[in-house]
């Protein structure tokens, strides 16, 4: 009989600690979380224009292989089958229709809509323009024009039928403006949802201890100086190699777009949202791991060498930051 009543104290005593609010640490964690980086929008800019029909013609020419050369390669191979992955192929660098690697890693698809600019050097400035490169690049899907996309997509009779639904006011329906408007469409639908977003809404629980204090130490080591908003990043171009020079000096970056020389070496700060998903990391695919990808940037960017705690400690807090569908 004792025992019970001990036990039964046990779980009173448990669910009154359970049931505190948070401390003033950690409220003033999350003031600085929200300030710092904010909840991903609801929606994506531009998805006030979609309609149903158009996001599910997006969504199979998303999957569609014979946009490319050879019926081999559609966006999905190098950007994931989505489900549960992240949007990437996980290879350090993909390979195209014809057999041969791009130069670049393949950015995930996932928010992709939320970033100020699509590609690592921007040259691309939203998800339409984006979706037009691809297609016709050599090394990638390696289609010859736009003209003889819209021959290929016009002799399917489905493809007829889906533009016709998705573009219903349009003289001529399969163009390729309209194609890359409707992979757009689907694209914008592409938000996830983690439990940093939780955190910063008020649920001090969302996060565990050892992911807080890996958020303090992300903050205090100067992470947000570049991972900074919403994605935590894809807001803004840096330098790789602010402080110490990345050893790859190959890829100039953003400066072969702008044809300006002070952004050699600059290229799209990467979004950290689902980024223990989507490795290997940097734009040449060279790094293999999340932890190390964590040192190397700290030593680049911000000329420090982080301690094995306080790597072990980003990386928790990083791996809070991955879509609550998928897993790490």
Not at 169 to 187: C, G, H, P, R, S
Request: with cysteine; proline share 5%; glycine share 8%.
């Amino acid at each position: 009989m004792k025992q019970k009543h001990i036990l039964s104290l046990g779980l009173v005593l448990l669910a009154l600690v359970s049931a505190c609010g948070p401390s003033e640490k950690t409220k003033q964690l999350i003031q600085d979380a929200k300030i710092s980086f904010g909840i991903l929008p609801e929606k994506m800019p531009g998805s006030e224009k979609d309609t149903p029909a158009k996001i599910a013609l997006g969504e199979k020419l998303y999957f569609e292989k014979r946009l490319s050369i050879n019926d081999s390669q559609s966006c999905s191979s190098c950007h994931g089958t989505l489900g549960k992955t992240a949007g990437v192929d996980n290879l350090p660098t993909s390979p195209g229709a014809l057999g041969k690697n791009g130069d670049r890693n393949s950015p995930t698809s996932l928010n992709a809509g939320f970033h100020f600019v699509q590609f690592w050097d921007g040259r691309a400035a939203d998800l339409k323009a984006q979706a037009k490169g691809p297609i016709l690049n050599p090394v990638e899907m390696a289609m010859p024009s736009e003209a003889a996309v819209e021959k290929k997509l016009s002799e399917i009779p489905e493809y007829v039928d889906l533009f016709a639904k998705a573009f219903p006011d349009q003289d001529k329906k399969i163009t390729y403006d309209n194609l890359a408007e409707a992979i757009a469409a689907f694209e914008r639908t592409l938000i996830t949802r983690d439990r940093f977003d939780e955190f910063q809404a008020g649920n001090h629980r969302a996060l565990t201890s050892d992911e807080q204090k890996g958020l303090e130490t992300f903050i205090s080591v100067g992470c947000i100086q570049c991972h900074n908003g919403p994605l935590l990043g894809a807001n803004s171009f840096r330098k790789l190699g602010q402080v110490n020079p990345y050893e790859n000096t190959t890829d100039v970056g953003r400066s072969a777009v702008s044809k300006n020389e002070a952004e050699k070496y600059f290229f799209k700060v990467p979004s950290l949202r689902n980024i223990a998903l989507t490795g290997p990391y940097f734009h040449d695919g060279k790094v293999a791991t999340l932890p190390e990808a964590v040192k190397k940037m700290a030593y680049l960017q911000l000329g420090k060498e982080l301690s094995s705690e306080e790597v072990d400690s980003i990386v928790s807090f990083l791996k809070a930051l991955s879509d609550k569908n998928r897993s790490n």
